[in-house]
């Protein structure tokens, strides 16, 4: 029957959708646009009646519109927690340099002070004393940069994957309502809207 065709030219549409990120909320719209196209055109089932088969559009296509809507809701609600955790992660990064900084502004004046002193014996045993104070917080702050590096990484890695997560729900989520609510769709053409209907909502 060509309704059923349809509907499954109708998921091939969707599969090709969820393919591609954001646009791809614009192009579920347009899939529903395009099957309402196709049923005001007639190239519905010939089986099917005029009647039933516009009731049908009629009663999903707005449930249609609606988990394309939910979708594109999730979908930036991702992306907007990722972006915010990234800034977030930036700017105790920021902080963070800024104490390296001060650390070395404070190495490097240990020595420089040592400048002041107009007598030799005293200028050397500054040096050597300042270089020894010193040397442990050289290694320390390298150990310290070391892992700040890594973990910085690792943060932005764990956003990005978070992030992923998060759309693929969102887009396993679409994908299932909308191929439940093409069946019933289907149904609907064969038998007429149910008397009490279970849509494809959770
Ligand atoms: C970012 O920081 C703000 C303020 O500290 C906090 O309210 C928010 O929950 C954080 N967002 C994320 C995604 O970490
Ligand atoms: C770094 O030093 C400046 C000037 O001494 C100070 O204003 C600032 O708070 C310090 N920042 C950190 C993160 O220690
Ligand atoms: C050395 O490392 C410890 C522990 O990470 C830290 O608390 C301390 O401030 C560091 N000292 C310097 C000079 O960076
Ligand atoms: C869309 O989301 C709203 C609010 O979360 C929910 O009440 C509704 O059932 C969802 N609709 C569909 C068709 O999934």
Redesign the pocket.
């Known amino acids: 029957m060509q309704a059923a065709t349809l509907a499954i030219f109708a998921l091939a549409l969707i599969g090709n959708t969820v393919a591609g990120p954001p646009t791809s909320v614009a192009r579920a719209k347009a899939d529903n646009v395009i099957l309402n196209l196709l049923a005001e055109s007639n190239l519905l089932g010939s089986s099917a009646d005029p009647a039933i088969t516009t009731e049908c559009f009629n009663h999903f296509m707005p449930?249609?519109n609606?988990?394309s809507?939910?979708f594109s809701?999730q979908y930036e609600q991702c992306v907007s927690v990722a972006t915010q955790a990234t800034a977030n992660l930036t700017t105790s990064a920021a902080q963070g340099r800024a104490t390296f900084v001060n650390v070395t502004a404070a190495i490097c004046s240990a020595f420089t002070s040592c400048n002041s002193d107009t007598d030799n014996l005293d200028f050397f045993n500054c040096y050597a004393a300042a270089a020894s104070a010193d040397v442990n917080e050289i290694y320390n702050l390298s150990a310290d940069a070391s892992n700040a590096a890594i973990s910085l990484k690792g943060g932005l890695q764990q956003i990005k994957d978070t992030e992923k997560i998060c759309t693929n729900n969102a887009q396993l989520?679409y994908t299932e309502?909308t191929a439940e609510?093409y069946k019933e769709l289907n149904a609907c053409f064969v038998n007429g809207l149910p008397a009490v209907s279970t849509?494809?909502?959770?």
């Open positions: 449930i249609l609606q988990i809507t939910n809701l989520t309502q609510t849509v494809a909502a959770n």
